[in-house]
């Protein structure tokens, strides 16, 4: 259920309504808005009705159920759009678009230090690279791990961008945490409920990635987990669903961002790299992706893709990933944000 206050209530009568859904053994999960405060009691479902009682409460305009199975991330709860904070200076959800880029896989000092700093000189605002990587053999290259985490910190560093990367593994989010100011979660790891009960009750904000095989309810369910864990910080990342297509790696599902964009107050951003697995057609699903609504883009760039430990060929060079930000441009203006 929603309790959604009048417009200027006091606080207090917000703190009292707060107390109530406790009292009734609900979780009260606040949102406090620019005009007024909405308040959502989480909690078994059968039992709802009770709630409506708080409607006599003063401050309280009306007591309404969320139709939607996912209640934290839906709109009804909040109707404006998130944006979140990532460092100084660095954030998603608002007008301006957010470029995510760097390698798939952290691999040395030289490779991250070079390409946060090409990246960087490009516009790209946050840097990227797996220290843990979900590999389909295990016999692929798996990552440095916390050498990696070291590297990807000392490159954001140096280059002064915040970074981001993935975290496998509920046991390692304090460690990745340490290094890294966005925690990744990967596709293969949507529906890992432990690890995304583990990580929304970390502070850090959250690369929320689409699985290859889920849909759009299943994954704003996943994005549930951690906000009702917590976390205020949640982005959605799709990056290519799988269909019976093999000419591109997945399916680019352009259309989950107008449709994500109607459902939830979230971020989203999207991968093409991922997206469709080959680094030509990068740029078009770019530029595809800002004129569809997106508040970002994943991009992987490598110093030499064709050397590159993993996803080399949907990597790009410096020189075309410099290319893609200058086309980009007319896109951005023209779907009315700053880049
Ligand atoms: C990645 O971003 O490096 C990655 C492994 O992506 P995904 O989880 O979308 O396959
Ligand atoms: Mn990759």
């Known amino acids: 259920m929603i309790v959604v206050m009048k417009p200027g209530a006091p606080r207090k009568d917000t703190r009292t309504v707060i107390g109530k859904i406790r009292e009734l053994g609900y979780t009260p999960h606040t949102i406090y808005g620019k ?124 280059a002064g961008m915040p970074v981001v990367t993935e975290v496998m593994n509920p046991m390692d989010v304090d460690l990745v945490a340490r290094y890294s100011d966005i925690l990744q979660v990967g596709a293969r790891n949507v529906q890992n409920f432990s690890l995304l009960k583990r990580i929304g009750k970390s502070k850090r904000p959250i690369l929320l990635k689409r699985g290859m095989m889920t849909t759009i309810t299943e994954f704003l369910m996943s994005a549930e987990y951690c906000l009702s864990e917590g976390s205020r910080q949640v982005i959605l990342c799709e990056r290519g669903i799988r269909t019976f297509e093999d000419a591109t790696r997945n399916t680019l599902d352009l259309s989950a961002v107008p449709v994500l964009k109607e459902r939830t107050h979230l971020p989203i951003i999207v991968d093409p790299s991922h997206g469709t697995g080959h680094s030509q057609y990068v740029k078009p699903m770019s530029c ?52």
């Not at 110093?303 to 060079?317: C, H, R, V």
């Open 288 to 339: 595809a992706s800002v004129a569809a609504g997106a508040d970002g883009l994943m991009i992987e760039v490598h110093p030499t893709p064709e050397k590159a430990l993993s996803d080399g060929p949907q990597s790009l060079t410096f020189e075309k990933f410099a290319e893609l930000m200058a086309v980009l441009k007319p896109f951005v203006a023209a779907a009315g944000r700053t880049i």
């Open 35 to 158: 005009t007024r405060n909405v308040i959502g009691a989480i909690g078994d479902e059968r039992g709802k009705f009770v709630l409506h009682s708080l409607e006599s409460l003063p401050g309280v305009e009306r007591v309404v159920p969320i139709l939607k199975p996912y209640k934290l991330a839906s709109r009804e709860v909040k109707p404006e759009p998130t944006e979140i904070r990532l460092a100084p200076g660095v954030s998603v959800g608002g007008k301006k678009l957010l470029v995510i880029a760097g390698p798939c896989s952290v691999e040395s000092e030289q490779q991250m230090v070079e390409t946060a700093n090409a990246v960087k000189a490009a516009g790209a605002h946050v840097l990227r690279g797996g220290a843990f990587k979900p590999r389909t053999s295990p016999y692929a290259f798996q990552g440095l791990e916390e050498r990696g985490l070291k590297i990807l910190r000392k490159a954001g560093d140096r």
